[in-house]
């Protein structure tokens, strides 16, 4: 979830801010920037308190932070331009670096946790075209790399972890790992849906790649909606946002509407409901679409920056 309405006057950050992120509970906030630190506010009310700077860690821009569920306590991930994803963790008022993974060859440029019933796992994305899934497991960390995309990962985004149209069980047996499923966009064009294999121990790919984008895709987002479709948006530098959607009955048949932009589109996130959705483009504008009852989206909102 990114701040949106929470301004920060004086960030202390001495470089462009990448990324700004709400916790859970909407009362910290993380920032990273090109300075190569992440900050930590406290968030009270319209004002905020730095209470931490974590420095001294990337050797490079950092892109993106991240932070886990809280069932798993006061976990925050970043990524960035030296390839590297750090773990850090709370304990006793003081931040600690848990864990440094540094097998990609090139930035890592996002970093995604699954929804907390599929268990501590974190997808990231990287320019050397793999994609790794850290998992925290028996009290250490565990890793799984695989080759994604040609030319490149953008972006990764983790399907809600019950499967639209089924019966939510409150109470999943023992090793039950919920929906293991994500989405990755690349630099090929194309959007890619990997699915967790317990044969195999590993990620593979569910079905062919979704093609029709005629540039670079530069997110994806998976709507958390657990109703009777499945959502997915992908925004590309193609001027388009394309919006897949697949039913319970056919969960392998993904169809795809077209939304027209005046300018690349970078960014596509969805409402915490799962209903509304978000586009950035280049052209510093924000639009919000939704479906209406016929089934097309409507643009029903433009914030101009």
Request: hydrophobic share 40%.
């Amino acid at each position: 979830m990114t701040a949106g309405a929470q301004v920060i006057a004086n960030s202390g950050h001495d470089d462009m801010i990448h990324d700004a992120v709400l916790d859970y509970y909407g009362r910290r906030l993380a920032t990273c920037s090109s300075d190569r630190t992440i900050k930590i506010f406290e968030i009270e009310g319209e004002s905020q308190r730095l209470i931490e700077t974590l420095k001294g860690t990337h050797d490079g821009a950092v892109w993106c932070v991240a932070w886990a569920h809280p069932k798993y306590g006061n976990i925050l991930a970043s990524a960035g331009y030296d390839g590297k994803v750090l773990i850090w963790r709370e304990q006793a008022g003081s931040w600690q670096r848990i864990f440094d993974f540094a097998l990609h060859k090139a930035s890592v440029n996002i970093v995604s946790w699954s929804p907390h019933e599929a268990g501590c796992l974190l997808a990231c994305a990287s320019s050397d075209g793999n994609v790794s899934v850290l998992e925290f497991k028996d009290n250490s960390w565990e890793h799984k790399i695989f080759h994604a995309h040609g030319l490149g990962v953008n972006s990764v985004s983790w399907a809600p972890a019950t499967t639209p149209g089924s019966i939510v069980s409150s109470n999943p047996g023992p090793g039950s790992t919920g929906n293991r499923r994500f989405v990755t966009g690349g630099s090929d064009n194309l959007l890619k849906i990997w699915t967790f294999d317990p044969a195999t121990n590993g990620y593979k790919l569910e079905r062919e790649p979704l093609t029709g984008h005629t540039d670079w895709v530069r997110d994806v987002a998976w709507s958390s909606t657990v109703l009777q479709k499945s959502y997915i948006a992908s925004a590309s530098q193609d001027k388009t946002v394309r919006i897949w959607t697949s039913d319970a009955a056919n969960p392998g048949e993904w169809k795809c509407k077209v939304l027209n932009f005046d300018a690349a589109v970078w960014r596509v996130s969805w409402s915490l409901s799962g209903n509304v959705l978000a586009a950035s483009s280049d052209n510093n504008k924000v639009t919000l679409w939704k479906e209406n009852l016929k089934g097309e989206w409507e643009n029903v909102k433009t914030i101009e920056e």
